[in-house]
């Protein structure tokens, strides 16, 4: 956040090409969360902070953010075990100590789930305070707290496929689609405007449905104050929110 440290996800592994014309891995795939330090232009002191591997597939391991503090490095994972696939978000400090991995519970009668988008964290932010993160899975968003070993607790049931803190970490905003037809394939998300914009209180308890958009809502951001800037078709939008 102060522009002088850098992170990324660096995969390792070999590919090859079938008798189709596809590219396949081949062996091990390694993917690494990396920081390091700018200097002149140049990146220095880099560290491998926390690494996953797989056979023939690349890790589940993407979306890495800083926490506004700079404290923190937020990534996105999944882990594979005899039950399915399991999602959760990682927080490591950024000298790669602390790693706490944060997790929401199955759905009842289920023990993992299946590689699909709807079943993976699609969507998620970090408060501007930089202590609490809100997710969407499974048609419901969460919110955890970063110094809490509470589990995260559900707050509002809606697929949420982006959202965006208030200034102030006290409120949400958040974005569905209101497209009527089925998801573009089995268990993927449907994201095809048009699209709603709604607010939400932090504890979930206060909702109102804002505005619809016809040509959808991307990179929603709420900088300072009521006003929001979003990209909607082609174009760049501005809008003051009045309660």
Not at 148 to 177: H, N, Q
Not at 198 to 215: A, F, I, N, P, V
Request: glycine share 10%; net charge positive; hydrophobic share 35%.
């Amino acid at each position: 956040p102060e522009g002088n440290r850098l992170a990324w996800i660096e995969e390792e592994g070999k590919m090859r090409k079938n008798p189709a014309g596809y590219f396949l891995y081949e062996g091990k795939v390694k993917r690494s969360l990396i920081a390091g330090v700018l200097k002149g232009g140049k990146v220095v002191n880099s560290k491998v902070l926390y690494s996953e591997e797989r056979y023939e597939l690349p890790p589940n391991l993407d979306h890495v953010r800083w926490t506004p503090d700079g404290q923190f490095l937020i990534f996105r994972s999944c882990s594979l075990s005899s039950n399915g696939l399991m999602p959760r978000l990682g927080a490591i400090k950024s000298d790669g100590t602390g790693l706490r991995w944060i997790a929401p519970e199955p759905p009842p009668s289920r023990k993992g789930f299946p590689i699909h988008e709807i079943f993976t964290i699609y969507s998620w932010a970090i408060s501007p305070d930089s202590r609490t993160i809100v997710f969407g899975f499974n048609g419901d968003i969460w919110l955890c707290q970063l110094g809490s070993k509470r589990k995260p607790s559900r707050i509002a049931s809606y697929t949420a496929i982006e959202l965006c803190w208030s200034p102030d970490g006290e409120s949400l905003l958040f974005v569905v689609s209101d497209r009527k037809a089925p998801p573009p394939a089995p268990g993927s998300l449907q994201r095809n405007p048009p699209h709603e914009l709604h607010w939400l209180s932090k504890d979930g308890q206060k909702h109102c449905l804002l505005w619809r958009e016809e040509k959808g809502i991307r990179s929603l951001q709420w900088r300072k104050g009521n006003d929001i800037f979003y990209l909607s078709g082609s174009s760049l939008w501005k809008a003051t929110l009045k309660f």
